[in-house]
C-alpha cells in the first residue's frame, strides 16, 4: 500500500482549530504516532503559535514537515478565497517538489472519525484509477471537486495557473479535475453544530470536515481500561486474556489486533472493537467494523 501525505493549512484565524484536532488525531492514534503529514502555515500564524502545532504534530504522526506560504498581495489578505488558494498552490508545490505520495487536503475543521483513518483513505485511492478522489459536489454552476481530497502528487503541474484568480480553487479547477476524480463516500461534509449532528456521520465516513467547534473530539473517547473486559464480554463473550488496546499492539485478543473504543451518545455509550485491516479486507466500513457493536451503556 503506498503512503498518503497528510497536508493541514491553517491561518492565524483557525490555528486553535488545527492545534485541537491534531490532539484528537493522538488520542484516536492510541496516543502514539501514525502517518506522515505536511503543516502549511499561512504567513500571519505566529511563530509561538506554529511552535505549538509543530508539537502537537509530532505526537500524532511519524514524520512533520512545515513550510510556511509566501505573503500574498496586502489588498487581498483579508481575502478568504486569496488565501486558501495561496495556501493550496504552495503545498502543491511542495508535495510536488519533496515528496512521491499521493495527498489529502485536511483543513482544520476536517475532523477523522474512523482510527484507520488514513490507510482507508489510501487503501481507496490505490485501488481507484484516476487522479483525484473525493466528495464530487454541485452547485448552480456545475460539478465540483470538493476542498478537502486526495490529490496526486504532481497536480501542481496541473492546477497551479489555475487557482491564480478570484475564484476558490475547487471551482476553478473543477473543469480539469471532475472528470479525472473518483467519488469518494469516505469523506463526508457535514456542519457539526451540536452533539445532535454527530447522528447525522455517515456509516461510511472516515473524516468529516465541518466541526469547527471540535464537537466530535469533545465527545470521543478511548475506552477506559476498567471497562475493557465488560465491553469485550458483551461483544465476544469473556476473552482469555485482556489486552490494552494500541494501534501499534500486534497480540490482541484472540490474535487479530484489536482497537476498542467508545463513541458518547446522548443515550449512552457504544463500544466498538475494530480490526486491523487485512491485505485481503484492506478497507471495510465503520458499519462493517461495528457489526459486532453492542449499543447499551456500559
Known amino acids: 500500500m503506498n503512503k498518503l501525505l497528510i497536508v493541514i493549512p491553517f491561518s492565524a484565524n483557525d490555528a486553535p482549530i488545527a492545534e485541537r484536532n491534531l490532539d484528537h488525531i493522538y488520542r484516536m492514534n492510541g496516543k502514539c504516532a501514525n502517518g506522515h503529514v505536511l503543516l502549511v502555515a499561512n504567513s500571519d500564524v505566529h511563530a509561538e503559535m506554529r511552535a ?6 509530532e505526537l500524532a504522526f511519524e514524520s512533520v514537515t ?12 483579508n481575502s478568504k478565497f486569496h488565501q486558501m488558494n495561496n495556501l493550496f498552490r504552495h503545498a502543491a508545490k511542495i508535495v510536488q517538489s519533496y515528496f512521491r505520495w499521493p ?36 452547485d448552480d454552476k456545475g460539478k465540483f471537486m470538493a476542498r478537502c481530497s486526495v490529490y496526486y502528487n504532481v497536480a501542481s503541474y496541473e492546477l497551479d495557473k489555475l487557482c491564480q484568480g478570484e475564484s476558490p480553487f475547487p471551482r476553478a479547477t473543477a473543469e480539469k479535475v471532475v472528470d479525472s476524480a473518483t467519488k469518494s463516500d469516505l469523506i463526508q461534509y457535514l456542519n457539526i453544530e451540536t452533539v445532535e449532528d454527530l ?6 465516513a472516515v473524516v468529516v470536515h465541518g466541526d469547527k467547534m471540535g464537537i466530535f473530539a469533545e465527545n470521543w473517547e478511548p475506552i477506559l481500561e476498567k471497562d475493557i473486559e465488560r465491553a469485550l464480554g458483551a461483544l465476544r ?27 458518547k451518545t446522548a443515550d449512552g455509550f457504544r463500544a466498538a472493537v475494530i480490526p486491523e485491516p487485512t491485505a485481503e479486507s484492506p478497507r471495510l466500513s465503520r458499519r462493517q467494523k461495528r457489526e459486532l457493536e453492542t449499543p447499551k451503556n456500559i
Request: aromatic fraction near 10%.
Open 66 to 77: 512545515e513550510t510556511i506560504t509566501p505573503a500574498i498581495d496586502p489588498k487581498l489578505a
Open 237 to 263: 463473550g469473556t476473552p482469555s486474556e485482556i489486552i490494552t488496546p494500541s494501534l501499534n499492539d500486534t497480540k490482541g485478543v484472540n490474535g487479530d489486533a484489536p482497537l476498542i473504543a467508545t463513541f
Open 52 to 57: 505549538k502545532i509543530r508539537v502537537t504534530a
Open 103 to 138: 495527498w489529502f487536503w485536511m483543513e482544520a475543521d476536517c475532523v477523522p472519525v474512523d482510527a484507520y483513518w488514513i490507510s482507508l483513505l489510501a487503501a481507496d485511492y490505490d485501488t481507484q484509477p484516476k487522479k483525484y478522489m473525493g466528495l464530487i459536489a454541485q
Open 199 to 204: 447522528k447525522k456521520i455517515s456509516d461510511r
